[in-house]
């Protein structure tokens, strides 16, 4: 079987290469090797002949990678992409959003891949074998659709040139239109974004809860002015000041008025990272911005930019693995670190009620707020705000189990001694990243903990990513 291409694909000084790709590497890429050197190729399959458009590479480069731009012999996995928009076949590397780069593939067979992927970072990074953890492969999320379209609850545009909602291509700030976006929960496409005017705003995110109404932030076009000495900031040099642009402003207005009833509307001004982490400004122009999240019978506040589990199925399958990895039980003390909203530490708090102790803790002063609000009827739950390596430093109490989801580099050294020197017998890691967890599982190990159980799970069907659930005994 054979692929055709535009010919555009084919810039005139683009390198191009064909190759017989073997394996999967570890961010979504499949591997082959030309004239002795290795060539990571996105959107392949294993098994594949194919020409691959080489990204701009040193002479010496001891490995190269670029984009398949022809597959001269098929996988029997390869079918039509589920987001044709994304499908570099028909558009070309430079005119595809990112964000579903295995979308050529079977759904089972991209489970397959990110099984081999944690495999292989947990065999290379940690000495660890899976299957002899009892490791069958990726599990997909509950209640998956047979497609595994329509999961994502939380999504992020932005506007092209010519006022259009778009995504970024991969790897680039170009702006690709995308009137559709199939990986998105139904009711972001009832909103009509693909049909209004967004000119004179830098960004539009979207996030669809279980109850009450969807939360649309709008956020204007910014200008920088001269930086200024911000109190307390003594030898860190200025801070630049951004406000909104007149024609920003009045964007927000415009589209607000344009998007349909029943729809809540904020505008949202950062001077850098979040408005969860207290660097932005929320601004409410209709309905709530507070999110309820329902979650096995609890109810969780979330705030509007604050972090929640992307996939609409995520947070019950997540927590039912935690709960069932933790196995805590009344009277004992379980830490949640990295706790944000509260998903685990309201169940864990549940599970320990009576004599025992919920430790939440979390760093964005937003998203602790969330978690003080969503512990608020256990009292024998706290919510610290703060890094988690300071706050355990300082932390006399030792643990029955320690829960900790952390960002996608993984929790590092000091926040794994600092576990460690804890003395808790059990340790529950939920990952996005595997390599991020296999470096954790070695330096846990080197502490004296041992993975005895490990899952992973398909929570970003048609993307190379996956999250995984892994238990480590103290030795």
């Given at each position: 079987?054979?692929?055709?291409?535009?010919?555009?694909?084919?810039?005139?000084?683009?390198?191009?290469?064909?190759?017989?790709?073997?394996?999967?590497?570890?961010?979504?890429?499949?591997?082959?090797?030309?004239?002795?050197?290795?060539?990571?190729?996105?959107?392949?399959a294993p098994g594949e002949r194919v020409r691959v458009r080489l990204d701009p590479h040193k002479p010496k480069a001891r490995w190269l990678a670029g984009d398949v731009i022809e597959v001269l012999s098929a996988s029997e996995h390869r079918v039509p992409h589920v987001w044709p928009q994304a499908d570099v076949l028909l558009h070309g590397p430079d005119e595809v959003p990112g964000g579903a780069e295995f979308g050529h593939l079977e759904l089972a067979y991209q489970r397959e891949l990110k099984g081999r992927i944690l495999e292989g970072q947990l065999s290379r990074l940690a000495?660890?074998?899976a299957a002899d953890l009892g490791f069958t492969g990726v599990e997909p999320a509950l209640e998956e659709s047979a497609d595994g379209l329509h999961w994502r609850t939380r999504s992020a545009f932005g506007v092209d040139a010519g006022g259009r909602l778009a995504m970024r291509a991969r790897a680039s700030h170009r702006m690709i239109p995308t009137p559709e976006f199939p990986l998105a929960v139904a009711a972001v496409d009832r909103l009509g974004l693909g049909d209004l005017d967004l000119s004179g705003l830098e960004r539009v995110e979207v996030a669809v809860p279980t109850q009450g109404q969807a939360l649309v932030l709008l956020v204007p076009e910014t200008r920088t002015s001269a930086p200024r000495q911000a109190r307390g900031r003594r030898g860190r040099g200025p801070r630049p000041v951004s406000a909104p642009t007149r024609t920003g402003l009045a964007a927000v207005e415009r589209v607000a008025a344009s998007l349909p009833d029943g729809v809540a509307v904020a505008s949202l001004v950062?001077?850098?990272?979040?408005?969860?982490?207290?660097?932005?400004?929320?601004?409410?122009?209709?309905?709530a911005t507070d999110l309820i999240e329902r979650v096995?019978?609890?109810?969780?506040?979330?705030?509007?930019?604050?972090?929640?589990?992307?996939?609409?199925?995520?947070?019950?399958?997540?927590?039912?693995?935690?709960?069932?990895?933790?196995?805590?039980?009344?009277?004992?003390?379980?830490?949640?670190?990295?706790?944000?909203a509260g998903l685990f530490s309201v169940p864990l708090a549940q599970a320990v009620t009576g004599s025992g102790k919920l430790v939440s803790i979390e760093g964005a002063p937003g998203t602790h707020r969330d978690a003080e609000y969503n512990l608020r009827r256990f009292p024998q739950a706290t919510a610290v705000q703060g890094r988690v390596e300071r706050v355990l430093e300082t932390d006399a109490e030792k643990y029955n189990a320690v829960v900790l989801d952390p960002p996608r580099a993984g929790a590092g050294v000091r926040a794994v001694s600092a576990i460690a020197a804890s003395g808790t017998d059990t340790v529950v890691y939920v990952a996005c990243d595997p390599a991020a967890l296999a470096k954790d599982a070695a330096r846990l190990a080197e502490a004296g903990y041992r993975m005895s159980r490990i899952r992973g799970f398909d929570l970003y069907p048609h993307t190379h990513h996956l999250e995984s659930v892994a238990v480590f005994t103290k030795a």
């Open positions: 079987m054979t692929e055709q291409v535009h010919a555009d694909q084919e810039p005139r000084d683009a390198e191009v290469v064909e190759v017989e790709l073997t394996d999967i590497a570890k961010d979504g890429p499949v591997v082959g090797r030309v004239d002795g050197r290795a060539v990571f190729a996105r959107h392949g000495g660890i074998d950062q001077t850098g990272g979040a408005a969860a982490d207290g660097a932005g400004s929320l601004t409410p122009l209709r309905g096995e019978g609890f109810d969780f506040r979330v705030t509007g930019e604050g972090f929640w589990q992307v996939h609409r199925s995520a947070p019950v399958t997540l927590t039912r693995a935690v709960l069932d990895a933790v196995g805590a039980e009344q009277g004992q003390a379980v830490a949640d670190l990295y706790g944000g």
